[in-house]
DNA sequence: TTGAAAGCGCTAACAG
DNA sequence: CTGTTAGCGCTTTCAA
């Protein structure tokens, strides 16, 4: 027994009494190749336990037939769902994901040299920081860049988003029509287009009505920054009644601070808005109305221009929204009834 | 300009004027080559844009610097805040993560098959369904298993878990000590090593004191099963005072399903404890009291067990359980103060 | 310190 | 359908 090697395409040659491309071609699902020599193969693989070293084949085929993915957040719920539905669909197509969070602090450019090393055939972008240095370099190495819920202002670089301005308009024509008078966003990471294109649909959406414009506080899509800013909202001599927060991490640290500790009725004496319809959003204790994001269809949107760009190396860049829709629970008080 | 190929280490060499194992030694940490020569070729590779193939590395080095990573159950908290711990541990040790999630239903074979023709040098398993033959496929092929909150039976492969009895056992004795008669459990998995030596670490508890044994719904650790399993709980003619939860996330699905549905103060009227102190145990509207698992160590532990194997290959099974302990809030009912 | 040469395990022409 | 022959891009002896 030889005991310290793996065994390889040459072993299991030898032992089947055929050549080594005979056993390359009999784990290649379309090559021309006999039944009998496929099963003599077969056999001699088996009994050495051999599996084939897609290492060695993506060194000859080019194509490591990995996908690079950076996710940040893993606490804020939508992230690890996308990031589960992207595996999912990323591996139907037969790709296999490298997964790498950009902790908080430090510097993430040595880890994407680290992943571009590696060989990765495109790369997904989940996370606010490192976004544009970042794709930059990428598609400097001709890697294509898909980036997850944010763009960037150049239109050179793929995304997928929610439709974040609409959906926020749609929310704030919501809490018109609720008869609330005195607005607040509830911003996350100010250099993020998704929080900035929230912001502007709810704000220019305001204006359009003639109303006050809202207050504003910023929480960076963090928990305990979110629970700071709603203390400054409803310590404020005239607190709101009507509180919009970037995405649905944050209002529920909104939420639970409006009730422990200010002991407001949420959807009653306030009403707070999220955005991203996580599972937790319809869990009982939370209730929030919120404008979806739906996870699926945005994690095969990211599938499939990833796998266009990979198909087609001149592939333009993809911007897609994808549709989402206001899911109304009780976080906030509802419009009057109308006529119908 | 040649753009069809990415530069490789024989441009490098060609452009600097050096021999391309030049290129490689300015590329490897510890190799003798000398100043001059490195300047060189960092400057070529610079205007080259040139970025060392690991892939090609692999293959002669026979380590690909790669540990699979195999996860589920990513709407429960503990899973994604640990997959993030596990991924920045194996990166600051140098080694990337390639991902998997079995979802659920379908044969997760396969996709194991997949991995391990990857070459991956390790794998971590933090799944409850194919964990053991699985785990046996691999170290067939030689691949260490280090299993995540789970073990087998057999001594045979490396485990991380928490102290899954003691936990539970000073979990019966909080309970028994608040004052509570009414027992009952809220299971996991039913072939979830995790879930049965919680159990096990319960209810031996309660037998020891005398008292009556607890009731035993299963959840299977999924949210809406595990309501399922509390509406039976709280409609029996004679509901319990006090439900153990196989996990946090279970037990969430219990007090909501209890304040929502049967008007019961958690904490007053029932005490709901549960096991892992995810994050969202310690926000308000929970206030869960709960066994810690810490994550960070845990994480730790993970990835000295890995690295612990790669070192070396006879190492044997290491099986490890990381301390835990009672995070006492609001949701069970305290007992009486002692004079201390 | 350096370059030449020999592969790592596999795929992909190319003849037979 | 099959075996032979070149490599994929890199590391690593081995002499020089």
Not at 299 to 315: G, I, Q, W, Y
Request: net charge positive; hydrophobic share 45%; glycine share 8%.
């Amino acid at each position: 027994m030889k005991p310290s090697r793996r065994p390889t395409a040459h072993d299991v040659a030898a032992l089947a009494g055929v050549s080594q491309s005979a056993v390359s071609r009999a784990f290649t699902p379309g090559a021309s190749i006999s039944r009998r020599a496929r099963l003599l193969v077969q056999q001699a693989a088996e009994t050495l336990g051999y599996r084939p070293n897609l290492i060695a084949r993506s060194l000859i085929t080019r194509r490591s037939g990995t996908i690079g993915i950076a996710i940040g957040y893993m606490d804020n719920q939508f992230y690890p769902a996308m990031l589960d539905a992207m595996c999912a669909g990323f591996a139907a197509a037969g790709y296999r994901v490298l997964l790498f969070t950009p902790g908080p602090g430090g510097d993430p450019d040595p880890i994407l040299d680290e992943v571009l090393r590696y060989q990765v055939e495109a790369v997904v972008l989940a996370s606010a920081r490192l976004t544009s240095h970042f794709a930059e370099q990428c598609s400097q190495a001709r890697v294509p860049v898909v980036l997850f819920n944010r763009r960037t202002e150049r239109a050179t670089v793929s995304s997928i988003t929610g439709r974040n301005r609409e959906g926020a308009a749609e929310i704030a024509r919501f809490l018109i029509d609720g008869g609330h008078l005195r607005f607040a966003y509830v911003a996350g990471l100010e250099d993020s287009s998704t929080s900035r294109d929230r912001e502007r649909g709810f704000v220019d959406t305001l204006r359009q009505a003639g109303l006050t414009p809202a207050t504003r506080v910023v929480g960076h899509y963090d928990f305990a920054l979110a629970r700071e800013a709603a203390r400054t909202l409803f310590s404020a001599p005239s607190p709101p009644d009507a509180i919009f927060c970037a995405n649905d991490h944050t209002a529920f640290a909104v939420m639970q601070t409006a009730q422990a500790e200010f002991g407001l009725r949420v959807g009653t004496d306030i009403s707070v808005v999220g955005f991203d319809d996580v599972p937790l959003a319809a869990w009982p204790a939370f209730d929030l109305t919120t404008y979806a994001q739906p996870i699926r269809p945005m994690a095969e949107r990211v599938v499939a221009a990833t796998l266009a760009h990979l198909a087609d190396p001149l592939c333009p860049p993809i911007q897609e929204q994808v549709d989402g829709s206001l899911i109304v629970r009780g976080s906030a008080r509802l419009p009057p009834r109308r006529h119908s």
